[in-house]
Each structure stands twice: as C-alpha cells, then as structure tokens.
C-alpha cells in the first residue's frame, strides 16, 4: 500500500518551472544543441516528435502551436487503449494545475471590481478557517508564500482511491481542515513553498465575496466569454468526463484507466478542457482581455521558485509561471492530475503559443521517456509552424 500511495502522490503535485526550466537547460546543454538548432522550422518534424514519444510509450499526445496567425494542431497515439480509438486533437484532458492560473483571474477580476483587496487577509471573508487567517493574504494565497500546508502531503487524502473508491468526494472545506492538522510550514509571507491548499482558500473566498459558485464564476467571466465551449470545472466524476482517457503505473506495467477518478482538487487543479481552448485561454490572458493592464503586471510579479533555488529566470506569480526558453520567454503553467500531463507556454505578447498534453502520468513517462517531451515542448514553442 505504501508503493500504491507513493506511486499515486507523484501524479497529484504540479510540476513547477522550476523543473522545467532545469530540465529543458540540461536538455539542451547534454545535447550541445543551441537557441539556433531549437528551430525545426517545419510541422512534419513537429509530427515525428509527437510519433516518437508514443514509440517510446506514450498512449498517445496532442499538441497545439501558434505563431502569430500561423497555427498547428497535431494528435497521434491512442485516447483509449483498450478500444484503440486514434487520439484526436480536439480530445479533452483534466489539465491539473492549470486551473490555478483561472482561478487567479477571477480573484484578480474581483479586486477591479472593489469586492476584495489582494492584502486582505483570509479571515476577513472565511473566518477561523484556516490559522493565521488574519495574517494569511489573499495575495500570499495566489503566489504560495503563505505557509500553508499541502493536503496533497498527507496520506488520508489519498486512501479511498487507493481502496478502489475512485468516486470518493472530498469537500474543500474538509481538505482545507485536513492541511490546517498540520502546523504551517512558515510564517506568511517569509518564502515561497508550492501548496494545493492555498487555491482551495482562494476558490473558497471566491465564492465568498460573490455568493455564488465557483463554478458558476469560471464560467460567467472566462468559459463563456471567450467560447470555451470544451472547456467545463467537474464536481464528480460523472460530469465532463474527459475524452482521452488517463493511464498511470502503481507498483509496475501495465497502466490502470484512472479517467472516472474524482476531481477532488477543485479549485487547484479540476478543469477539463482541450488543447485549443487552452491556447486561447492564455493568449486572451496574455493579450489583456481578461485583466486591467495592472492586474496583469501584479500577476506576473514572480517570487523565485523555492527561494533558495530560482533558476535562470524562472517563477511563480499570481497562479501563473514565468519559463525561460531558448527563444524568449514564455508564461503558462505546468500540471498534472493522476493520468494526464500537460504543459502550456504563452510568450508575453500572447502570439506565440504551444500546448502539449499526454494521457499518461508524469513519474511514468519520465522514467521511460526522459527528456524527450520538454525537448517537444521546447521545439514547438521556438519553431515555426510552416
């Protein structure tokens, strides 16, 4: 059991750019390649990337690159492996932690309207719910300085799925309670530590200020707005359940269908969508359609990833990442939820965009595939789409 819940664990963080931007550096410096050679200049070599990680394992991997009014949409492998059904590019994953950057928005919308103040303090609108709450800021909440404990970090969270019980619920509210067990890892404010509960904190304030849903929210400010029609925020397992199914290894091969598995990290992590419609996420985010130009610059306000280890350049802001490349930098996210991987990168202006997701957990396709899909993603990011 303890193999199960570690293996399970390794599916359930985000991976931060902090290991991205360390992976793609190694990438590139082990391979002697170079800002110049990054360039593929051609979507077929873009193709035959994508057909080599499902050689090398991958079921399957879609992938959605613009550049400027150029853009690519290329699908291969399977979304299903028991039934071989081909993957397609308009496939829906649960993008994982990818949802922090949305719910961010929101919050930052709600600071425009004069509903809340980013240094507000948590207690103001969730009294007792978490310690420190009249320390705790809503900014601290958005950019992980505030000390709270991950519950991804503690074991009870992942029991029932373990049992079997893929459906189990989990409330916010009960997760949050299950974080705050434990003492805070810092005092608020005094550094940068990556945890699920604060998103919880913020969806939670959210509904809050507006006496609404959460879901709700994301629909009526950024779903509906920009056309994200494959775009949905699940409660259970039974609604929007994504079409690439999701696969991940626990003690050894081959991979368990994990796809009806509960979106039980809700405000930090539960959002299905496709790989279009994220693009077209970020660029409006990127663009300023979705936010104030000062909103905008407070998002990308980063603090170094684990403070003692900021790496070329890379950082956390406002729910969103700041990654150097070997062409610029991009700003996006990287997340996971137990069977899915996806990555989206967005250069400032919002023009120049790639998206990658695979239907197989992280740890897996690291073991098997090493570097080969920051290499993908770094590509199709600095190539052009001719």
Known sequence: ??????????????????FLAFAVVALLAGSGASAASADTGAKPALGKSLAGLVKAGAPGVTLFVRHGDATASLARGVSDTASRTPMRGRDTFRIGSLTKSYVAIVVLQLEEEGKLSLEDPVDRFVPGLVPDGERITI?????????????????????????????????????????VSHRPLFAPGARYRYSNTNYLVAGLIVEAVTGSTLGREL???????????????????????????????????????????????????????????????????????????????AMKTTVGQGGEADISGAGYGLGIEKIPTS???????????????VYALTSADGRRQVVLTINEDPASLRARLGGMYFRVLEDAFCASTT
């Open 1 to 18: 059991m303890l193999v199960q819940a570690n293996a399970l664990k390794r599916f359930t963080d985000h991976l931060p750019a902090l």
């Open 139 to 179: 900014h601290e909440l958005l950019d992980h300085t505030s000390g709270l404990f991950d519950y991804e970090d503690d074991p009870r969270v992942l029991k029932p799925y373990l049992g079997g019980n893929l459906g189990f619920h989990w409330s916010p509210r009960k997760l949050v309670a299950i974080a």
């Open 219 to 297: 629909e009526q400010r950024i779903f509906r707005p920009l056309g994200l029609r494959h775009t949905a925020f699940p409660l259970s397992s039974h609604e929007a359940f994504p079409s690439a199914h999701g696969y991940f290894v626990l003690d050894r091969p081959p991979a368990t269908d994990i796809t009806g598995l509960s979106p039980y990290p809700w405000a930090s992590g539960a959002i299905v969508s496709d790989s279009r419609e994220v693009a077209r996420y970020y660029a409006a985010l990127l663009s300023g359609d979705l936010l104030s130009a000062a909103s905008l610059a």
């Open 327 to 341: 062409c610029g930098t991009a700003w996006g996210n990287g997340g996971n939820f137990p069977g899915y991987l």
